[in-house]
């Protein structure tokens, strides 16, 4: 397949026209276009660009990650692949340990049960819990958070199934044992995220120098930035070695907050939803996340029935127009979800328009709505004409 577009996202800017080359699910060459190639398609107008990556997924479409069969992963993957993300790590959440190595060992069945279909595909689980903070829980549940001990970690890490899918894990660094855990997360092969923590700029420093790499939803459920305690978002905004978990809902921060975060962050900044199951779903269309029943608000926040906030409720495309449609430099908005993302991961072949990646591409029209999805070069949802 050869494809040429007006403008495309390459390596953290637009440039074009540009022919993108494509051959057995793969990128082969990427090279400005004259204009007189022979394509397959000819994408006159709008924007091309990498899959989106999410890397923070409670749920969506109707969908709890922590209790998906395969036929809810099949709708939750196709969703998001029809949405243009292409790539996503299922998020579990604070619980007790054997739900929660139950749960990773599902994502982990789903991983290899999807893998070569035309649908989302899953990146490995992000743990988030439960060794977080009580003092910034967040929705979760105090009474099952833990220490990371090496005993806990050893009944964690204990089931084959639940280990091979375990890419991501929150970690808050102020905890006994946690420089200990991250080291040893870290040796594992799995990115170790400050989040859901009361630490210090200090503590967050000795975390980096332990291993850790990323902060969950910065700003989100963590001790706060100040003058003279700069907290976490002080800490890993100004630390180049991590990178940034943002949400880009337009509601958990506001949008000037995501500028501040992008322009301190620069190309660290990694944009997700931390989406709950009514992600995808009409407003008042109700759910059970949690054993609750929860819907959206007008705004896109899933609300519990007392109004209490309950997540995202918005699939990462749309964060992307929110984001840009508050005045954001549409370059680096689409960067931080695409190509900021797999880097954070340490991939190369994902996320990037770029020969060796996979042929993971979405065109984008004037409004920002994906009008094409290709996964592995298969059209999931073709262009028109």
């Known amino acids: 397949m050869r494809l040429r577009a007006a403008r495309a996202l390459v390596d953290g800017a637009f440039t074009g026209p540009v022919v993108v080359d494509v051959a057995a699910g793969r990128i082969t060459a990427v090279h400005a276009a004259t204009g007189t190639e022979v394509v397959d398609h000819d994408l006159v107008d709008g924007t091309l660009s990498a899959g ?14 922590a209790s998906a069969d395969t036929a809810g992963w099949r709708t939750l993957l196709a969703g998001l692949a029809s949405r243009g993300v292409t790539g996503v790590e299922p998020t579990v959440i604070t619980a007790p340990l054997p739900e929660i190595a139950s749960a990773l060992a599902r994502v982990g069945r789903a991983q290899g ?151 301190a962050a620069g190309r ?6 931390d989406a709950i199951v009514t992600a995808g779903r009409e407003p008042g269309e109700w759910h059970e996340f949690g054993g609750k029943p929860v819907a ?45 993302a797999a880097r954070s991961l340490g991939r190369t072949d994902i996320g990037h328009v770029a020969a060796g990646a996979s042929a993971d591409l979405v065109w984008w029209d004037a409004a920002w709505q994906p009008s094409a999805v290709w996964i592995a070069g298969d059209a999931i949802r073709p262009p028109v004409g």
Not at 118 to 132: S, W
Not at 215 to 230: D, G, I, M, Y
Not at 268 to 273: F, Q, S
Not at 314 to 339: F, S
Request: net charge negative; glycine share 12%; proline share 6%.
């Open 113 to 263: 049960e999807f893998a070569g279909e035309p649908v989302a595909r899953i990146l490995g689980a992000h743990l988030e819990g439960p060794f977080i903070s009580p003092a910034r829980k967040g929705a979760h549940r105090v009474e099952c958070m833990l220490l990371p001990t090496p005993a806990h970690l050893d009944a964690l890490l204990a089931d084959p199934a639940a280990r091979a899918a375990l890419r991501t894990v929150t970690l808050a660094p102020e905890l006994p044992g946690a420089e200990e855990a991250t080291r040893r997360l870290v040796a594992e092969g799995c990115v170790v995220s400050v989040g859901h923590s009361d630490a210090t700029a200090d503590q967050v420093r000795a975390a980096g120098d332990a291993g850790a790499t990323m902060t969950t939803h910065v700003f989100n459920a963590q001790r706060p930035l100040k003058h003279r305690e700069p907290g976490v978002p002080g800490a890993v905004l100004t630390d180049e070695r991590f990178f940034v978990g943002t949400i880009i809902d337009g509601q958990h921060l506001d949008p000037r907050v995501v500028s501040l975060v992008m322009g």
């Open 52 to 65: 989106l990556l999410d890397l923070q997924v409670n749920g969506s479409f109707g969908v709890d990650v």
């Open 268 to 273: 660290r900044m990694v944009g997700v939803t």
């Open 296 to 340: 959206n608000d007008a705004s896109g926040l899933g609300r519990r029935r007392d109004g209490t906030i309950a997540g995202a409720g918005v699939v990462l495309d749309e964060g992307v127009r929110r984001m840009i449609g508050a005045g954001l430099d549409p370059a680096r908005v689409l960067a931080a979800c695409t190509e900021n």
